[in-house]
């Protein structure tokens, strides 16, 4: 299998989170290691949501009122924050982990390419619940 | 396997339909809204008129027992382990995991729910569906019940990737205003109550089900009573029975019938009486055989528009 960029991300933010100065990982194929520095100012606070595919950018569904996630929203890992729309078909724009929708970086109706940003999620304490 | 932990009444599977054994009396059955469960065989790669389940009371919920893929097309919001599903959607679900469609939907009246290689129950009549008046067809010629066991046909599509895809909705103009062809004994009715058929709204009534819709208005009343014969009847077929408020026959009607048939919902826009529901008031607008036969391709230009895009997106996300 290989690691997705997500994947990395987050991994390298909870190993930071949890204090670690390194971190090994280490299959048959790969070896992956984090060197963590841990100083006195605040480690980033955001992590990036990426397009998974080109499209346009929709904040919600056209059957439903209400947009998936608004800044401020507690986010389930998994939960959909927007659409990507080719044609008529929708690809989703996940949030890989669980935390706070701090803000959506494109506005709905604009193209995106992959992988760009499409929003920024703050990590939630380890105890908060967190909801759909 | 699909298991069924808990279902409310009435719940069945379906396919698009019954087809080619009208003249032996066996009417058509299949989805409600079919429209719906074809576009959740689009999103799979299965082919369109592939078995589902037509859910149309609430609680139901089901698990798989392997890992697979599935849609959620229609009506209702559906959760996949306790995380909301967007309307139209397909998604991956891995063995153990639970679909529940918990409250009746805010607006529609029947959901679909499609996997990946289509419902296995045995074919009857060249058909899937299950015909609950007659109670054949379908798993054992019933509705759902909890503890029931659904084969699964082999999917062979592209899997759908990690947080499924989902289709944007057909321009469906006014959901509730149906096309209408003018039928046999529309231009028997005087031309005032003609008038009131074309122009005032129709409240769908409780007493509406999978064999029709009953219609509540301003009573249409010929001059005399008819006197005609029982004829061959399609879904679609509105009636106007002595009493003056017409029913429209649906997928589980008769195969004949002979109450005086004022009109005939064009096929393209059937699969909208499937999502009314009853308190709505529906409108009729008259229209001819060509546009009917435009709006059938539509639909199905739509469907293979679905159908191309959502492979395509399955096939980038698996290389």
Redo the contacts between chains.
Sequence with gaps: MSLSNETIAALAARAHEAGLRSLEVETKEWRLKFVLRHDNTPPAKTHPVTA??FGRFLDR????EVP?AQPGDRL?E???IG?L????????V?AFRAGTLAALRVAPGQLVGFGEPVAEITALPQSAPAK? | MIEILETAPLNTVQDTGRFGFRHFGVGTAGAMDDLALSLGNALLGNPLDAAGIEVQMHPFHLRVTVDTAIAVTGAAEAKLDGLLLPPDWAVPVRAGQVLSLDTPPKRGARSYVAIAGGIDVPVLLGSRSTCLRNGYGGHKGRPLSAGDRLPMGAATATPVPPGGIGAAPMESGEPLTLRVIPAAQHDAFPEQVRARFWDEGWKVTMQSNRMGLRLEGTALRPEKPFDIRSSGIVPGVIQVPPAGQPIIQLRDANSAGGYPKMGVVIEADLWRLGQARPGDTLRFRRCAQAEAVDALRAIDAYLADVAATAALCRGMASR
Excluded: D, M, S, T
């Design positions: 998974p595919a569904h056209p059957a439903r998936f389930r998994g939960a959909v659409l729309q080719v044609g008529p078909v929708y690809r989703p996940i759909e």
